[in-house]
């Protein structure tokens, strides 16, 4: 068994639990560094840009385009400093997030996620957690926000592979953000009338720290 996992992540396919989740714990930084430095930066894609605001395609096609993609997005991600990156955020209309985050035990989770889909959770799995959130594509703003505490995803990897991706407390709140960016929604979407005019009036008043696509 661990042979195997040992090939499984040198042939960037993840290993799984006993319950199918992947275990995207192991050699986070290794990895991390490795999509990266095949990456080269792009700007981040802010709020008011149309590519932000509409559901985007299914990944098809899962060969060096996308493999290419992901190194960007993860380079992307990195000159940001963000813990999640959606393929919208550098204007590409497809469906795939990218992810460096902790959860609420401080492990470090780093991953792929194609065609997310956030499952639906009993009643009793909707513990809400009202911590503030804040987004790459709308820089320097921050508002509180009431999720899931936990939440599972399904998709594929970035070789086409499905998966199945869990986490709890920071890295529960990162799957949900990402997700709802494939199917056109800003967590500012998610807020009330007068904190999303509070949030975009913090963009508008402060400088982002990294390059960012200036709309028309």
Do not use: W
Request: hydrophobic letters at 30%; glycine letters at 8%; charged letters at 30%.
């Amino acid at each position: 068994m661990a042979q195997q996992d040992t090939e499984q992540q040198h042939s960037g396919v993840l290993p799984v639990d006993d319950e199918g989740f992947v275990i995207d714990t192991g050699n986070p930084e290794e990895r991390e560094a490795a999509y990266r430095g095949r990456g080269t930066s792009r700007p981040i894609t802010v709020v008011g840009n149309p590519v932000l605001h509409k559901e985007c395609r299914d990944v098809t096609d899962f060969g060096d385009d996308l493999a290419r993609l992901v190194d960007d997005m993860f380079a992307s991600q990195h000159t940001a400093e963000g813990v999640g990156l959606a393929a919208n955020q550098v204007g590409v209309d497809l469906k795939v997030f990218v992810y460096d985050c902790p959860d609420d035990e401080g492990k470090r989770h780093t991953g792929v996620i194609c065609n997310p889909v956030l499952v639906e959770l009993p009643a009793e799995r909707r513990q809400l957690d009202e911590s503030n959130e804040g987004c790459l594509s709308v820089p320097t703003a921050y508002a509180p926000l009431a999720r899931p505490d936990y939440a599972e995803v399904t998709g594929r990897d970035e070789k086409g592979n499905p998966i199945k991706v869990r986490g709890t407390g920071y890295f529960a709140r990162c799957l949900q953000h990402e997700t709802d960016h494939l199917y056109g929604y800003l967590y500012i979407d998610r807020l009330s009338k007068r904190e999303r005019k509070d949030a975009l009036r913090q963009m508008a008043e402060n400088e982002p720290r990294y390059p960012v696509v200036a709309n028309d």
